[in-house]
């Protein structure tokens, strides 16, 4: 399929890729070609696009629940019925090989099949009153406008974590995908537009217009969000620079923030690891996505008793990587988003041979015969590091691994856990002590801790998210979900008395 024939098939119009008073243009990562160029959307346009989203929110709070839940039912039919096109899409734009492109549309499906079951589960607890006839519960209601604001590397999935979620509980949802990705958002927001025809047809006048809409344009319209009072949550994936300008300015106006962002992740192999499926995972984590997912494997701590052996196999294996356009079978390593990313590559490769590093791989690979702008592969790096010196205390948005000897199990803890984030880390070991040391109290600090498993690829059925810098939110399953709801604690009195709480008296 040629690229026009792809975005004709994401809903995608000529005249809408090549508007008036462009000021966007957006290139493909995979050979620089230019996709298309847009208009941002205004200071007023985003006022009015969170004005028309709350009015419809007053409207879909009172849809019951379980009917809400049909609305995504119906987007995750759409999402089914155009998953390669999306898919095909999100590898064009965000440089993901084929099959991660198309399974991150699987995750939107799979976080829709989640929130549909979820649409008849908000429940409540009730709680024993300390007084005669008297009966305690909380009830779960609808919030208002969410406001979400994504990162490039993914496109899709992260709206579809909020947005199914936001939806069944009652919300509207404003969307700030990022600048480097508005052709995947347009093409979501072109996918709930049918879910919501599909929707009309079925229960005419529930669903009001404007309840969901995108915002195409820099970080500007993010701070609009962060800004506004009639955003009472604000969720933002991206970096952690990101992260403290939206929390202070959704914090300066007491709203609330949901924060996912950047990671530093780690995996200590033991002495009893089962060496092939590390070998497996530790490579999958630290290429996948060309290294730039927040989960990415980032900093491994191997005991010394094992290292040899396993640096070996992972030089063999980094050199049969094949890093290419990644639209192409076969194709493991896809491109860096940009220049600006594979300039931070190199400065951190500098950094670690300045801090005693052994450094292999990493150099610039080129792709292709050049006919866009430059585009940006490399060859992932592995580094023998002598310690956790400073540069690996950075997330560095690139896929270098540094790779850290350790002698005592405590030690890897403690590295583990030394640096500013906290979101995903793993241990590979068949000893019980070590893995149930790992996932304790004193173990892992980090959001997501897996044994015998690498740290990226989550599935939806957990609640994602770090510790730390990385700003301690949670999204997609488990709970949640309360997140985007308001709680209200309900007492009610069928007595005929009027006692109070603590015995207080109060005769009147
Ligand atoms: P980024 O911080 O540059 O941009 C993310 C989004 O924030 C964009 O939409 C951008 O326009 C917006 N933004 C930037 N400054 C803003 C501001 N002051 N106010 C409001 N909005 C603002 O991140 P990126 O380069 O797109 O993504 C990479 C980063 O995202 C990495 O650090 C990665 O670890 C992190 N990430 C985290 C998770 C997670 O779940 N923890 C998931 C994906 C990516």
């Not at 008073?21 to 957006?26: E, Q, Y």
């Not at 069944?168 to 347009?186: F, H, Q, R």
């Not at 300066?252 to 995996?267: I, P, T, Y």
């Not at 396993?310 to 290419?324: C, K, N, P, S, T």
């Amino acid at each position: 399929m040629t690229t026009a024939d792809l975005l004709r098939a994401c809903g995608l119009s000529p005249t809408e890729l090549d508007a008036a008073g462009a000021d966007l243009d957006v290139h493909s990562p995979c050979d620089g070609a230019l996709l298309a160029r847009l208009r941002s959307h205004s200071e007023q346009d985003a006022q009015r696009a969170i004005e028309r989203s709350h009015a419809a929110f007053l409207a879909w709070r009172e849809v019951p629940a379980p009917v809400r839940g049909e609305l995504v039912r119906l987007l995750g039919e759409v999402l089914r019925e155009r998953r390669e096109a999306l898919g095909a899409l999100v590898t064009l734009e965000a440089g993901k090989i084929s099959s991660e492109g198309v399974g991150e549309v699987q995750e939107m499906i799979d976080i829709c099949d989640f929130a549909v079951g979820l649409s008849r589960q908000l429940h409540g607890l009730t709680i024993a009153s300390e007084r005669p006839g008297h009966r305690m519960m909380e009830t779960w209601h609808p919030l208002g406008v969410c406001g979400v604001i994504t990162a490039f590397n993914f496109p899709v999935a992260v709206w579809a974590w909020n947005a199914a979620l936001a939806l069944v509980c009652g919300n509207g949802v404003v969307w700030k995908p990022s600048e480097k990705t508005p052709l995947c958002a347009l093409a979501v927001m072109r996918l709930f537009d049918e879910a919501a025809r599909r929707f009309a047809l079925r229960h005419p006048a529930l669903l009001p217009e404007g309840l969901c809409s995108v915002l195409v344009g820099g970080s500007a319209l993010g701070h609009t969000l962060s800004s506004s009072p009639l955003v009472p949550l604000v969720s933002a994936t991206g970096s952690v620079a990101m992260g403290r300008k939206v929390a202070v300015q959704v914090a300066q106006r007491l709203g609330r923030s949901l924060l996912e962002l950047g990671g530093n992740n780690a995996m200590i192999v033991a002495p009893s690891a089962d060496i092939e499926l590390a070998l497996r995972a530790i490579v999958f984590s630290a290429v996948g996505t060309a290294g730039q997912r927040c989960t990415t494997l980032r900093r491994l701590f191997v005991h010394s008793s094992i290292a040899a052996p396993l640096y070996a196999r992972l030089e063999q294996a980094y050199a049969g990587l094949a890093v290419g356009d990644p639209r192409n079978d076969g194709v493991l390593v896809g491109p860096l988003i940009d220049g600006r990313s594979y300039d931070a590559m190199q400065h951190a490769l500098r950094l670690a041979r300045e801090q005693g590093g052994l450094v292999s791989g990493g150099e610039r690979v080129i792709v292709g015969d050049g006919d866009g702008a430059p585009s940006w592969y490399v060859k992932p790096a592995l580094v023998r590091m002598p310690a956790q010196t400073p540069v690996m205390h950075e997330e560095t948005f690139a896929p270098i691994l540094y790779v850290v000897e350790y002698d005592d199990f405590a030690d890897a803890v403690a590295m583990n856990n030394a640096v500013p984030q906290g979101l995903s880390s793993a241990v590979f070991s068949n000893d019980v002590r070590e893995t149930e040391w790992f996932m304790s109290a004193r173990g892992s600090d980090c959001g997501l801790a897996n044994v015998n498993i690498g740290t990226s690829g989550a599935e939806i059925g957990g609640a994602f998210g770090g510790e730390k810098d990385t700003g301690g939110g949670r999204e997609s399953g488990s709970d949640a979900w309360k997140n985007y709801m308001r709680r209200a604690t309900n007492t009610i009195n069928f007595s005929g008395a009027l006692p109070l709480a603590q015995g207080v008296r109060f005769d009147v």
